[in-house]
C-alpha cells in the first residue's frame, strides 16, 4: 500500500496493518520534520508533489521491495500541505519473517523514496522566505 495524503499519518495503524503471524518483524521509520538544516532554521514546512508519477513512483519502490525481500507488508505513506515542525512527513513500514530482512528492506524503500520519488518541500525560515527543494536535491540528504 501506497499513497500520499493531506492528513497527519496515523503510524501506529500502519505498524498494526503491517502486522502478521508469519512475520516477527515489523520495521517503522518515520520522517518527521524538524527545525534546523545546517544552521538554516526551519519553522514549517509545504510539501507538494506531481501526485501521478509520485504514486507511480512509490508502486514501483513496493514492487522491488516485495521481489527483493521476503516481505508480507510493505506500506509507504507520504504527507503533503503544511508541516509544523515535529509533524510526521512520512511513514514506511515493511514486515518480514526476520529482522535482518526488514531492516534492509525497509532501509531500501526509504532511500528509494528520498531519491526517485517527485515530492518536493519548501523550507520556511522565521524571516518568511522559503526554497522549494527535491528532499535528494539538498546536499548530505539521506
Not at 507488508?73 to 519473517?97: K, N, Y
Amino acid at each position: 500500500m501506497v499513497r500520499l495524503t493531506r492528513d497527519a499519518i496515523d503510524f501506529a495503524a500502519l505498524t498494526n496493518e503491517a502486522r502478521h503471524p508469519h512475520c516477527g518483524a515489523v520495521a517503522l521509520f518515520l520522517g518527521t520534520v524538524r527545525d534546523l538544516t545546517g544552521e538554516h532554521v526551519t519553522v514549517f514546512l509545504d510539501y507538494d508533489a506531481y501526485a501521478p508519477m509520485a504514486e507511480k513512483k512509490l508502486a514501483e519502490i513496493e514492487a522491488t521491495v516485495r521481489a527483493r525481500w521476503p516481505v508480507r507488508e510493505v506500506l509507504m505513506v507520504h504527507r503533503l500541505g503544511r508541516l509544523a515542525v515535529g509533524d510526521v512527513s512520512v511513514a514506511v513500514v515493511v514486515s518480514c519473517p526476520h529482522r535482518a530482512e526488514a531492516f534492509d528492506a525497509l532501509r531500501f524503500a526509504v532511500d528509494a523514496l528520498k531519491e526517485l520519488v517527485p515530492i518536493w518541500k519548501k523550507e520556511n525560515g522565521p524571516d518568511g522566505t522559503g526554497e522549494w527543494v527535491h528532499q535528494s536535491a539538498k546536499p548530505g540528504a539521506t
